[in-house]
């Protein structure tokens, strides 16, 4: 087994909490290698040799952006499968939102925090595609296993990621907090996209305050669907949020921190294998928490793609 740090995540506290964690790790593997990459280039190399170097399992240690990176680094673009079949993937979550590891649960946890580490119980599940034109013309293949949003979710990650100021002093203090913060100015600016929706056999065309396309339930924090897609099911759940004012918008924020999305008046959900989302003109699109500007996407689930622990 190797273990890759990213020592950046949740603005540095993921470095300052690993001691503890590392050596939980180590008890339990004490044949585990430990890796720390001090950069994405680094930490995507030391994945990659991992992966050929006959290790059994790559686990990484930080947030839901480190294992977007992961994933990437063990998908083959030329193939759609990951680059050693049999490889397991885990993570530990030293992130600030770690959505990768919700529902918490109480049995899955290393020195007090999530961790999906159990090689034995690991089983298959579906990985997302993106197909991506992106703003300067040129396209490119991403893998997610979360999920991917355009409008207002997609505007507050970016938000998240590069506010610094008072967002960055609160992430490790109140992760919550913060992102309520990007939420409540994102809705307060209320930029909605114009977009056209298309997936097998339907298409929604206008603007809207946000698309997700859905492999896991929870995002954002706190927030999270109940509209009942799983990781192994071979689909995604296109969860549309209608254009609406501000006080409606909030009402379904609210509402999705309970995990209450189909009683709103603003929600349209489909499930689908595959969906394209175009944009009048372009825009972010998150992909598990990562933003990136685009002018096209095209959304496919790999089913029973990648190994990844219990």
């Given amino acids: 087994m190797r273990v890759v740090l990213n020592p950046c995540a949740n603005g540095g506290r993921a470095a300052r909490r690993w001691p503890v964690v590392r050596a939980a790790m180590h008890r339990l593997h004490p044949d585990a290698e430990f890796i720390t990459g001090t950069s994405a280039a680094e930490a995507r190399e030391a994945i990659r040799t991992g992966t050929a170097s006959g290790h059994g399992a790559i686990v990484v240690a930080g947030g839901d952006g480190?294992?977007?990176?992961a994933v990437n680094a063990l998908m083959d673009p030329a193939t759609d499968r990951p680059r050693v079949r049999e490889m397991a993937f885990g993570a530990i979550g030293l992130g600030s939102s770690n959505d990768f590891h919700k529902p918490f649960d109480r049995g899955r946890t290393l020195a007090g925090v999530p961790a999906r580490i159990d090689v034995g119980r690991?089983?298959?599940?579906?990985?997302?595609?993106?197909?991506?034109?992106?703003?300067d013309g040129d396209r490119t293949v991403r893998y997610f296993l979360l999920n991917a949003s355009m409008g207002l979710v997609a505007d507050g990650?970016?938000?998240f990621n590069t506010a610094?100021?008072?967002?960055?002093w609160l992430k490790p203090r109140s992760v919550e907090i913060a992102i309520a913060l990007c939420a409540a100015q994102v809705v307060a600016a209320l930029r909605l996209p114009s977009l056209v929706v298309c997936a097998d056999g339907w298409r929604h065309a206008g603007e809207v305050a946000n698309v997700g396309v859905v492999?896991?339930?929870y995002f954002a924090?706190?927030?999270?669907?109940?509209?009942?897609v799983v990781d192994d099911d071979g689909h995604f759940d296109v969860n549309i949020w209608r254009a609406a004012g501000r006080s409606a918008i909030c009402r379904l924020v609210f509402g999705l921190y309970r995990g209450h999305f189909l009683g709103s008046p603003l929600a349209i959900s489909h499930r689908s294998?595959?969906?394209?989302?175009?944009?009048?003109?372009?825009?972010?699109?998150?992909?598990?928490g990562e933003v990136v500007s685009v002018r096209a996407a095209r959304f496919d689930v790999l089913p029973s793609t990648l190994k990844v622990c219990s």
Avoid at 66 to 69: A, E, R, S, Y
Avoid at 164 to 168: A, E, F, S, W
């Fill in 66 to 69: 480190t294992v977007n990176l």
């Fill in 122 to 135: 690991a089983r298959m599940v579906d990985v997302g595609k993106a197909t991506i034109e992106l703003a």
């Fill in 157 to 159: 990650n970016h938000l």
């Fill in 164 to 168: 610094g100021g008072v967002i960055d």
């Fill in 215 to 217: 492999k896991r339930l």
């Fill in 221 to 228: 924090g706190g927030m999270h669907y109940d509209t009942g």
């Fill in 273 to 288: 294998s595959s969906v394209t989302l175009r944009p009048s003109r372009p825009c972010p699109l998150e992909l598990d």
